[in-house]
């Protein structure tokens, strides 16, 4: 009984893995079986080779994974500061008189050329201290998460909570105590919400 | 300690260090299991929000194992102690 039954399977096995049989000639072996629908395949488990496990140990480090959270926070922060630098509201009032202009005037303004090497170069430089900032929130918050979570050995959302409070107080070091407690509880509140937010925990 | 089969051992020997080096096989599989489920089980969210290991579960796996290993070793050891106790007062 066993026996048959295991040659059977391996009937439908075949019938199944071959696209050209016939269906008719598949059903009429399967009567009285359970449906077979889909052949199921498995992958064989293949080991990482001792490389691949120190690439894996090198990218999920804590400084390499600070590093390009700082760079990508410094992308992101370019982008957005040229995003606003372009709204500048200085490039509204004449420079030598002080005075609003009207729209028609300052896009008239704004388009001479001396205007206009003026504006990029502010755009650039504004560009450049958002990168800076976005780019030093990413580091400080990504490193200080990462090694959070390697101390504690948890994932959870005190990491978050803690890693906001760190960043926020580092980053307002020069405002003195009151501003570093401040900083710590605004961003270690934003970072939690955020995490809820985006259901990571 | 497998001992190489081609060293000139009467069959009987032989077949001793055969049965040995398979008790030890067996001995290190179910270890090894043991410590992989009980690290799995004390480590893992089993929610499996990613496929990776996160941060934390990679270091609360580092740790488990370890301790695992060091408190198999003092376990070994005392019972060795144990057994040379008990023979020596004979």
Redesign the interface.
């Known amino acids: 009984m066993v026996d048959g039954n295991d040659s059977n399977m391996r009937d439908q096995g075949s019938s199944a893995s071959d696209p050209s049989s016939s269906s008719s000639s598949f059903q009429a072996a399967n009567t009285g079986q359970f449906p077979v629908l889909k052949q199921k395949t498995y992958e064989p488990v293949v080991l990482p080779t001792p490389e691949q496990i120190l690439a894996g140990q090198f990218w999920d480090s804590c400084p390499v994974k600070s590093v390009i959270a700082g760079a990508l926070g410094g992308v992101m922060g370019a982008l957005f500061g040229a995003a606003f630098g372009a709204s500048d509201p200085s490039a509204t009032t004449l420079a030598h008189t002080g005075e609003p202009l009207t729209l028609r005037q300052s896009v008239k303004a704004a388009f001479q050329p001396a205007a206009m090497r003026e504006s990029v170069k502010h755009l650039r430089a504004r560009s450049w201290s958002y990168a800076k900032g976005f780019g030093g929130f990413g580091m400080v918050y990504s490193g200080s998460e990462c090694v959070i979570e390697s101390v504690r050995a948890k994932h959870d959302v005190y990491n978050s909570a803690a890693a906001g409070c760190f960043t926020g107080a580092s980053l307002a070091y020069q405002g003195g105590p009151k501003a570093m407690c401040f900083g710590c509880a605004t961003v270690a509140a934003f970072s939690v919400l955020i995490d809820r937010f985006m259901d990571i925990h | 300690m497998a001992t190489p089969p081609n060293s000139n051992m009467s069959p009987a020997e032989k077949a001793k260090a055969f049965d040995m080096a398979q008790l030890e096989m067996e001995y290190r599989v179910d270890l090894y299991n043991a410590m992989t489920a009980s690290c799995f089980a004390k480590?893992m969210?089993t929610r499996y929000?990613e496929g990776d290991l996160?941060?934390?579960?990679?270091?609360?796996v580092d740790?488990c194992a370890a301790k695992y290993w060091q408190v198999t070793g003092i376990v070994g050891q005392m019972l060795g102690g144990m057994q040379q106790q008990q023979q020596q007062p004979r």
């Open positions: 480590c969210d929000k996160n941060v934390g579960e990679n270091s609360c740790r």
